[in-house]
T-cell receptor, first 111, second 112 residues
Framework: EDQVTQSPEALRLQEGESSSLNCSYT??????LFWYRQDPGKGPEFLFT???AGEEKEKERLKATLTKKESFLHITAPKPEDSATYLC????????????FGTGTRLQVTL | DTEVTQTPKHLVMGMTNKKSLKCEQH?????MYWYKQKAKKPPELMFV???????INESVPSRFSPECPNSSLLNLHLHALQPEDSALYLC???????????FGPGTRLTVL
């Protein structure tokens, strides 16, 4: 059975304090790993898709990396508007459409 | 443009009511999804439509009835719901099954 574990569950950072969120996964053949950002009461906002170990993608203050067992979402010099829940999801080869989500990391960035 | 729209934003219904949730996308995507999300939990897949045909039903109770009238629209018909069905209902779409899914803003459903 595919599994995704995210850590930490919650993270509080001061503005400018860089950190990383972890997503560990077990899947029978990875088709893709996805990162989403979700604000309270809203739908997940797509951030990145990673397909193979060694791949990296960047967007503004965020950088996602992928190994064979885990993915990291690095947040550089965060701002209060980066506060949200960050969700990781995997898609196994052969499952076509089904995403297996982790429970997310709730990030709070304070001034 | 990666926009998926959902209506209504909020819905309150009694257990004997019949209501529908609507989802629309104009990105030419051929796969559309319904998810249910409870507070502080990740989204749970309910249904997948691929090329307007139902391809996945995650053992969802029959009081939830999906419909895909055309490639841009997805409906979720609700009947005789229970209070525990109160949740955020999310629609998503992707170019085809297996591609990146783009989510709508959700409908907050409350069942009294």
């Amino acid at each position: 059975e595919d599994q995704v574990t995210q850590s930490p569950e919650a993270l509080r950072l001061q503005e400018g304090e860089s950190s990383s969120l972890n997503c560990s996964y077990t899947v029978s053949g990875l088709r893709g790993l996805f990162w989403y950002r979700q604000d309270p009461g809203k739908g997940p906002e797509f951030l990145f898709t990673l397909y193979s170990a060694g791949e990296e993608k960047e967007k503004e203050r965020l950088k996602a990396t992928l190994t064979k067992k885990e993915s990291f979402l690095h947040i550089t010099a965060p701002k209060p508007e980066d506060s949200a829940t960050y969700l990781c999801a995997v898609q196994a080869a052969g499952t076509a459409s089904k995403l297996t989500f982790g429970t997310g990391t709730r990030l709070q960035v304070t001034l | 443009d990666t926009e998926v729209t959902q209506t209504p934003k909020h819905l309150v219904m009694g257990m004997t009511n019949k209501k529908s949730l609507k989802c629309e996308q104009h990105m030419g995507h051929r796969a559309m999804y319904w998810y249910k999300q409870k507070a502080k939990k990740p989204p749970e897949l309910m249904f997948v439509y691929s090329y307007e045909k139902l391809s996945i039903n995650e053992s969802v109770p029959s009081r939830f009835s999906p419909e895909c009238p055309n490639s841009s629209l997805l409906n979720l018909h609700l009947h005789a719901l229970q209070p525990e069905d109160s949740a955020l209902y999310l629609c998503a779409s992707s170019p085809v099954g297996g591609d990146t899914q783009y989510f709508g803003p959700g409908t907050r459903l409350t069942v009294l």
